[in-house]
């Protein structure tokens, strides 16, 4: 029931900055955790940055920790990730998630999540 709308990746070069864009809809003033996950070839989807219900209590893997920001605009319904100084280990494609029900805290597992965008790539070249 949650549709789910990825943009802004592209390539760019190591030490760059990109902010990638999840525009959401769903049930008319209905709250999701919702959060950013990125896959490359053979690898298992892995967890970057999410929020909890409420937009708040934002975590981030710490690999991307002090490099990316996640926020979430309510009035837009959309959900953002800032991403600065891109190292090429940030290649992959990156895919927003949501998830229903009234889970407060912030949620860490992909597998926890009921739906997910289409993904947009970022590649990182040095």
């Known amino acids: 029931q949650v549709q789910l709308v990825e943009s802004g990746g592209g390539l760019v070069q190591t030490g760059a900055s990109l902010k990638l864009s999840c525009v959401y809809s769903g049930r008319a003033f209905g709250r999701y955790a919702m959060g950013w996950f990125r896959q490359t070839p053979g690898k298992e989807r892995e967890f970057v940055s999410a929020?909890?219900?409420?937009?708040?209590?934002?975590s981030y893997d710490d690999s991307v920790k002090g490099r990316f920001t996640i926020s979430r605009d309510d009035g837009t319904t959309t959900l953002f990730l800032q991403m600065n100084n891109l190292k090429p280990e940030d290649t992959a494609v990156y895919y927003c998630a949501a998830r229903s029900g009234h889970t407060e805290a912030t949620v860490l597992w992909a597998d926890e999540y009921d739906y997910w965008g289409q993904g947009t790539q970022v590649t990182v070249s040095s």
């Open positions: 929020l909890n219900r409420r937009g708040g209590n934002p």
